[in-house]
């Protein structure tokens, strides 16, 4: 009885509150048809208030003296302002169709079974939106106490009439892969405390490298890491180089000893009995099969679209789009598929909507600018929702040679342990697919999602891009923890990520001819590095390959070079004028940045490089030396 009482003083307590606060009723409706359009959002023009209609099309939305128009959005409806006369109780707004159209929508929730039935994807506004809205409301005030949204300059999303272009954001990368030795020191000191929080341990690293009896890389080959008892630990698929990046205690950070590899590809089965940790070196393994030819490659965005995102997702809308195009030049021949995912959190208008892959880029780019920023409130938002849609339910081709998932974001999953769950299901999904995570981390990120994401990439494959201040857009961004890295535009990095995730060597490949080396003056390189720097760590090796030595001296004290070039496994690197006592490192790294072999320049300047386990392709070489300085150019290997 005196919980019922509690209760019931509760109820008349907050049926006092919404008393004291004046309500506006209203119904949105289509204006050619009069029905009414469910799941509107209508918000206040301050940004602060604002409601979804119901199945009805009706909404009731808290009254405001900060303003005195209503924005409301909806997919496939022409946004609108409406004038609100002072004292006005019950309004009824009707929406124009817009001549766009989306399909292909799903709705993925976890709510309670009310929200169950939604179907329709809704459209929002962020705050910033609205109040950078200069238009005269009263001037433009129709018969019917409504009137057409016009955006605000600066606040379009990228698409045609909208102004906003590509080419302001500024992002970095970190290439975890390409300086291991410094991830596994930070993974154990300055992100240690975040590995526990979600329980995402990548350290015990495995890499295995497929080809073919005539050396060259062999794609979407599925590789498998198994326990003693032969239970499966890892699983993955190589990628366009023909590496596959396995994983031993991912959730729980411990080991075992002995692990045994099996690599299955056309239903056949290859096993290696011992599988050395990267600690000891990458296993080889070559397969008696045809050259890889797939000319698939498959990009998806996952974006979130709450509120929070209202200072970055349209500069983001208008990146991605010049993206899409760029990619689309610059892989003639190849078929490139693209799919969007919004989410926002529970409780929002909706928790995930799509469009799935579709070879028509153009189509999906209106999808893409369709959504913008609304909902969410609280800091965590529906991460491992958006995940779970993003790997399972889009359908990843079986043959491409490149599956990328950028995740866009800047708010972490709700910590609860389901949630957790939920992305420990996904993420090796993920990896047995061959999708390769790549998250972009946008102002809001703090330290443990940094940790999260990064580890993302490694579990798949991917790399961690971040958005930097550089720019002057959207609210701070915090620095990763490492040495160091480069500020690039964002719309180049992607550009960048995506051709090195999607090219590999030819089938036919032979061994080129002088004159063709002779021209090659540009390539872009992931540098490694152990030590402790704070700037690039990216550059660009600005040279000319020849048959028998090279010779680069970008310091005039100090020179290298480097024979045969062209080669078919063996090299030798020759540091000319190196200063007593400064002894440096010399890596190998492969086109994705892959940190393969690191060597110490001892007593010696002459350092025997072996290569000829890797399959034909493009590596490079790096070598750092004092404080500033290093060297770095490609070398052909071709058997």
């Known amino acids: 009885m005196k919980a019922i009482l509690s209760t019931f003083c509760l109820f008349l307590f907050a049926a006092g509150l919404m008393a004291q606060t004046p309500m506006l009723k209203g119904k949105v409706i289509d204006r050619e048809t009069g029905e009414a359009i469910p799941f509107a959002n209508v918000v206040w023009c301050d940004g602060k208030t604002g409601a979804a209609t ?132 930070i993974d154990k000191t300055d992100l240690s405390n975040y590995n526990k929080q979600w329980q995402l341990y990548p350290e015990n690293r495995f890499v295995v490298q497929v080809a073919n009896s005539k050396k060259l890389p062999v794609h979407n080959a599925t590789v498998v890491l198994m326990d003693e008892s032969g239970s499966v630990v890892w699983s993955a698929k190589t990628d366009n180089t023909g590496k596959a990046e396995l994983w031993a205690g991912m959730f729980t950070g411990k080991a075992e000893k002995k692990y045994s590899i099996n690599v299955i590809y056309d239903n056949k089965s290859y096993p290696v009995k011992k599988a050395d940790s990267f600690a000891n070196g990458i296993n080889f393994i070559e397969i008696p099969v045809a050259c890889s030819q797939e000319k698939n490659v498959d990009v998806a965005f996952m974006i979130d679209a709450t509120g929070s995102m209202g200072d970055e997702i349209r500069y983001l809308q208008a990146e991605l789009s010049d993206v899409m195009t760029q990619i689309k030049d610059s892989l003639p021949g190849f078929n490139i598929r693209l799919a969007i995912v919004f989410y926002r959190d529970l409780g929002d208008n909706f928790v995930v909507i ?22 969410g409130g609280d800091y965590p938002e529906a991460v491992d929702s958006a995940l779970s849609v993003s790997v399972n339910q889009l359908s990843w081709s079986s043959d491409a040679v490149a599956r990328i998932l950028f995740p866009v974001l800047d708010a972490p999953p709700h910590g609860e342990t389901s949630h957790i769950e939920s992305l420990h299901k996904s993420i090796p999904v993920a990896a047995s697919k061959g999708i390769r995570i790549v998250p972009l981390a946008c102002s809001g990120i703090d330290k443990s999602t940094e940790y999260m994401l990064r580890s993302f990439a490694l579990a798949t494959n991917g790399t961690y891009v971040f958005l930097t201040d550089h720019s002057g857009i959207g609210n701070p961004h915090i620095a990763p923890t490492t040495d160091e890295y480069k500020v690039e535009l964002l719309n180049q990095a992607l550009v960048r990520i995506i051709l090195s995730f999607s090219k590999s060597p030819e089938c036919d490949a032979v061994k080129p001819n002088i004159e063709n080396l002779q021209d090659t003056a540009v390539a872009t390189l992931p540098i490694p590095r152990d030590t402790a720097k704070t700037q690039d760590s990216t550059a660009t090796v600005i040279d000319s390959l020849k048959t028998d030595t090279h010779i680069v001296a970008p310091l005039p004290e100090i020179s290298w070079r480097y024979y045969p070039n062209p080669t078919d496994g063996l090299l030798t690197v020759e540091i000319v004028n190196l200063p007593e006592g400064d002894n440096g490192f010399l890596y190998l790294t492969d086109l994705n940045g892959k940190l393969l072999r690191r060597y110490e320049v001892k007593e010696s300047n002459n350092i025997s490089v072996d290569i000829s386990e890797f399959p034909t392709g493009t590596y490079y070489l790096t070598y750092f030396y004092g404080t500033e300085g290093k060297l770095c150019a490609p070398v052909v290997l071709l058997h």
């Not at 209503?70 to 817009?98: H, N, Q, R, W």
């Not at 989306?102 to 169950?116: A, C, H, K, N, Q």
């Open 54 to 185: 119901d199945m009805e099309g009706d909404f009731l939305v808290a009254d405001t003296t900060h303003c005195d128009s209503l924005k409301v959005m909806i997919v496939g409806y022409e946004p609108m302002m409406v004038f609100v006369p002072e004292g006005s109780k019950d309004l009824t707004i009707g929406l124009i169709a817009s001549a766009t159209t989306l399909d292909e929508v799903m709705i993925v929730t976890d709510m309670p079974s009310r929200y169950e039935e939604v179907e329709m994807a809704t459209m929002s506004i962020s705050s910033r939106e609205i109040s950078s809205y200069d238009g005269d409301y009263r001037a433009k005030k129709s018969a019917d106490a409504s009137y057409d949204y016009a955006p605000a300059s600066g606040a379009s999303s990228g698409g045609e009439g909208s102004g906003m272009k590509a080419g302001q954001l500024t992002s970095g990368e970190i290439n975890d892969f390409s300086k291991w030795s410094l991830w596994e020191d």
């Open 354 to 375: 799509q469009k799935d892959f579709t070879s028509n880029i153009p189509d999906a780019i209106k999808y893409l600018q369709a959504t913008g920023a609304g909902g």
